[in-house]
């Protein structure tokens, strides 16, 4: 497994705020890494110091291009209420938007752009909104419309920021299932404040509050969870794949 | 009447002025409006006031000293929103009042009756000069040209900042370009509806136009059609009856849109009454 991106002793955070402290992480090819922790714990400023939206305080961002793949693209799906409903955009333009690169600037896009705009809208089976404006979509086909952006660039990395708010169960269990198959071409981060459903999915879990524990399976302990302070669920995996949900009160 | 009236130089030239004025505000307002920069325009106009009492008192055309202070408040707003912890409307506000309290001290400080100052507040379309209608049409050439060769990047950095920074554009870049682009729309276009009305240039059109299509080309365009409608339509009402051209285009304006607004709930009536309601 070759490396994608490798965080080293990262502090980062926003003015003169410090949120992560002495963070480091390594994403591969292959990854499906669930990242969970508390509110405000720093689950989207690593995100955003990944995606190099923000320059760590200290420490070293690096990323790798192997021999198998030169392509370096992230995909990234951001929370959806940061996008404005209201905005008068067609689905096809929005997808569209996820081949545009700082290089590309005049003309309008391809005949070989919009096939691929097109099969990404099949893949996540949302093909029939194509024309649509993005106002007229229910919460579940925005999100989807907002994955197909992200992954129509055939990226090596794909991350989402809390993909599983604002949608019903069903609409959930069907991001899973895509989520599953893309990570067969691609390594997968994804936040989520949601531990119980991703569990069974992801490969491994990162939990970050201020600093960053990983966990090199999906399977936290109670006692493991303890010694660090996060107030989360707990996820186990017995002979059937199942989850067990505890309370925890960590002061 | 109209080979009549068209013989005056000055009414070809606030016809002129009410053309172009209806071709750059349609295109700025649709960014304006979709990017909910509305609040932010009214800062600008309000702020480039200061330029025309500096205008007066240094005693050279007020327009080029606007259009100065415009750029630069709303340089300075998009720097300071981004860079320092003041909130972003916070800051609108202190530039909106002072950019008037500086155009104030500079008018009173300047000797003598200050002539027109009335034609920018309220607009004088009628007293349009040359210079203006030459700076009007190098305006809407300009936004022409940018619009048309930015278009998708234009409209991808408009929809999502965030996700456009993470796909290496230079965001700030264009965030500063149109930024000055607003502020230089804003000034040149002071002259045709005045400070206190050119808001309305950049909105009510594109409101309209939203009612009936949900595209951003398409909001563009019809804009500029129904801002020529309101602009000919005002024009017309202010020669009539001898009022400011600038209030007689917006409430023109505002009565195209009440129309338009009773055309699709009459429509939408027709459709429920007629059983084809039933469908849905």
Redesign the interface.
């Known amino acids: 497994m070759s490396k994608i991106v490798e965080l080293k002793s990262v502090f980062a955070g926003y003015?003169d705020e410090v949120i992560l402290k002495d963070v480091s992480l390594e994403i591969c090819d292959d990854d499906f890494i669930g990242i969970i922790g508390p509110n405000g714990g720093g689950k989207t400023t690593l995100l955003n110091v990944v995606?190099?939206?923000i320059k760590p305080f200290k420490g070293s961002v690096e990323f790798f291009n192997n021999e198998k793949s030169l392509n370096n693209k992230?995909g990234?799906l951001?929370q959806t209420n940061?996008?404005?409903r209201k905005?008068?955009?067609?689905v096809k333009?929005?997808v569209l938007?996820g081949l545009?690169?700082?290089?590309?600037?005049?003309g309008?896009?391809s005949k070989s752009q919009k096939q691929k705009a097109t099969e990404t809208l099949k893949r996540v089976g949302i093909c029939d909104l194509k024309e649509m404006?993005i106002?007229e979509l229910s919460g579940g086909q925005m999100q989807k419309v907002l994955l197909a952006?992200a992954i129509v660039s055939s990226p090596r990395l794909l991350i989402l920021d809390e993909p599983n708010t604002f949608v019903d169960n069903q609409f959930e269990g069907e991001l899973y299932e895509i989520l599953r198959q893309l990570n067969e071409e691609m390594a997968v981060v994804m936040v989520s404040h949601d531990v119980g459903t991703i569990a069974s999915y992801v490969k491994t879990i990162a939990c970050v509050n201020r600093n960053l524990h990983y966990h090199k399976s999906n399977i936290i302990s109670e006692e493991q969870l303890a010694s660090y302070n996060c107030p989360i669920k707990l996820i186990t995996h017995g002979e059937v794949p199942h989850t067990v949900l505890k309370k925890h009160n960590h002061s | 009447m109209i080979t009549e009236l068209l013989q005056y130089k000055f009414i070809v030239n606030s016809l002129l002025a009410g053309i172009l004025a209806s071709i750059s505000c349609g295109i700025i307002g649709t960014y304006i409006v979709t990017r909910r920069m509305v609040f932010l325009s009214g800062g600008i106009t309000h702020a480039s006031f200061g330029g025309i009492g500096i205008g007066y008192f240094f005693g050279f055309n007020p327009v080029i000293s606007a259009a100065i202070f415009g750029i630069l408040s709303a340089l300075g707003i998009e720097y300071v929103s981004k860079r320092s912890n003041i909130r972003e409307d916070s800051a609108i506000g202190i530039l909106w009042s002072f950019g008037m309290a500086i155009g104030i001290m500079f008018v009173f400080l300047t000797p003598g009756y200050a002539p027109n100052l009335m034609s920018y507040l309220f607009g004088s379309i009628l007293t349009v000069s040359a210079l203006d209608i030459w700076l009007m049409l190098a305006l809407s050439v300009l936004l022409i040209l940018v619009f048309s060769l930015f278009y998708r990047l234009i409209l991808f950095i408009a929809y999502d900042q965030e996700f456009a920074r993470t796909h290496q554009i230079d965001v700030s870049f264009f965030n500063y370009l149109l930024i000055s682009l607003v502020a230089l729309t804003i000034v040149l276009n002071i002259k045709v509806v005045g400070i206190i009305l050119v808001i309305s240039l950049l909105t009510i059109p594109q409101s309209i136009a939203n009612l009936f299509t949900k595209n951003f080309k398409n909001i563009m365009l019809v804009s500029v059609v129904i801002a020529l409608i309101g602009a000919f339509l005002g024009l017309l009402i202010s020669y009539k009856i001898n009022i400011p051209s600038g209030a007689s285009i917006i409430f023109s304006l505002v009565m195209i849109f009440f129309i338009a607004k009773m055309f699709l709930l009459i429509k939408r009536e027709i459709v429920l009454k007629s059983g084809l309601g039933k469908k849905f």
């Open positions: 003015n995606l190099g939206l992230i990234y951001p940061k996008i404005d905005f008068p955009i067609t333009d929005v938007s545009l690169y700082g290089n590309a600037l005049f309008s896009y404006t106002g952006r």
